[in-house]
């Protein structure tokens, strides 16, 4: 199995940028994508962002240019780096791993709050 810890999470006015982190433990050789989740209140949780070992990326449209994924392969860490902060953005934020770019998520964070204020 492996463990994903998020931090980061936060409260932040709008317009301003918060860095979310989330580190792998465990299961660590099984995972090839690392990504963001996010689920607000009385909504579907949806992808964020993902990035595979590679380095590829997929994005949410609601969030390209604003937000960019990162990873260091060697900590086994990804980063989600979130500017231009809107109050649409306030959700729990849930870090995933994965076997590929584009399937489900086999793990799931604890998750992180993130709140926007307008």
């Known amino acids: 199995q492996v463990q994903l810890v998020e931090s980061g999470g936060g409260l932040v006015q709008a317009g301003g940028s918060l860095r979310l982190s989330c580190a792998a433990s465990?299961?660590?050789?099984?995972?090839?994508?690392m990504g963001w989740y996010r689920q607000a209140p009385g909504k579907q949780r949806e992808l964020v962002a993902i990035?595979?070992?590679?380095?590829?990326?997929n994005y949410a449209d609601s969030v390209k240019g604003r937000f960019t994924i990162s990873r260091d392969n060697a900590k086994n860490t990804v980063y989600l780096q979130m500017n231009s902060l809107k109050p649409e953005d306030t959700a729990v934020y849930y870090c995933?791993?994965?076997?590929?770019?584009?399937?489900?998520?086999?793990?799931w964070g604890q998750g992180t709050q993130v709140t926007v204020s307008s």
């Open positions: 995933t791993a994965h076997s590929g770019l584009w399937v489900a998520p086999y793990g």
């Open positions: 465990g299961s660590i050789l099984s995972i090839n994508g």
């Open positions: 990035m595979a070992r590679s380095g590829s990326t």
